[in-house]
Each structure stands twice: as structure tokens, then as C-alpha cells.
């Protein structure tokens, strides 16, 4: 059974960084497709940044520069550091797998798994 458990969220001031962690299990994360998506009020839920299982790393335009996605294998867990947050960046964040490493990583359909999700508010 996998499970995925997102922590890290908060409420944070405009230009502030947060961590937030997905502790996986029932899969290793080295060996999958691994993701954070958001979702904002009233909004569709978007891509936000991918690692894949060779370690490359794959942003969203409004990510690249102050957004980082990593893993540590041994603990079995991705993480999303965020910098330089605006208000722009208050969603519900999830983290997501993908075991069979598809090509469409954006697509929020080629994930099999998701977490319940953590509250990103970005005060301004």
C-alpha cells in the first residue's frame, strides 16, 4: 500500500521560504517519478516541479529560480524548498508518484498516488 504524507506547510510572510517534506512509503522514491502540484482556490490544481528516478529535476516557469526539488533516499522522502515566496504561491500543495516514470511529467494525470495534501499561505 503506498502512501504519501506531505508536512512543511505554514503561513509565511512575502519574500520568506518554506520546506516542505513527502515521506513516501510502499514505494522508493529513487525509483519513481516523483512531483509536487498546488492548488489554489477556485483554481485548477498545476505542475509545480518533478524529480525523476535518474534524478533530473523539471520546473514550472513561475518555480525555476526560487524552487528546489530533492530527495534523500535513505529517508525515503522528496522535498520542495521555496524561496522568495509571494502571495501568488498560497495553495494547497501535494506531493505525487509515479512508479512507471511516464514522459508527460506535468500532467497530473500520470500520477498514481497523491498525498492529502499541506496549506502554503503566503501573507503579503
Known amino acids: 500500500q503506498v502512501q504519501l504524507v506531505e508536512s512543511g506547510g505554514g503561513l509565511v510572510q512575502a519574500g520568506g521560504s518554506l520546506r516542505l517534506s513527502c515521506a513516501a512509503s510502499?514505494?522508493?522514491?529513487?525509483?519513481?517519478?516523483m512531483a509536487w502540484f498546488r492548488q489554489a482556490p477556485g483554481k485548477e490544481r498545476e505542475f509545480v516541479a518533478t524529480?525523476?528516478?535518474?534524478?533530473?529535476?523539471y520546473y514550472t516557469d513561475s518555480a525555476k529560480g526560487r524552487f528546489t526539488v530533492s530527495r534523500d533516499n535513505a529517508k525515503n522522502t522528496i522535498y520542495l524548498q521555496m524561496g522568495s515566496l509571494k502571495p501568488e504561491d498560497t495553495a494547497v500543495y501535494y506531493c505525487?508518484?509515479?512508479?512507471?516514470?511516464?514522459?508527460?511529467?506535468?500532467?497530473?494525470?500520470?500520477?498514481?498516488?497523491w498525498g492529502q495534501g499541506t496549506q502554503v499561505t503566503v501573507s503579503s
Open positions: 510502499g514505494l522508493a522514491v529513487s525509483r519513481s517519478a
Open positions: 524529480i525523476r528516478w535518474t534524478g533530473a529535476t
Open positions: 505525487a508518484a509515479d512508479r512507471r516514470n511516464r514522459d508527460n511529467y506535468s500532467g497530473s494525470d500520470q500520477y498514481d498516488y
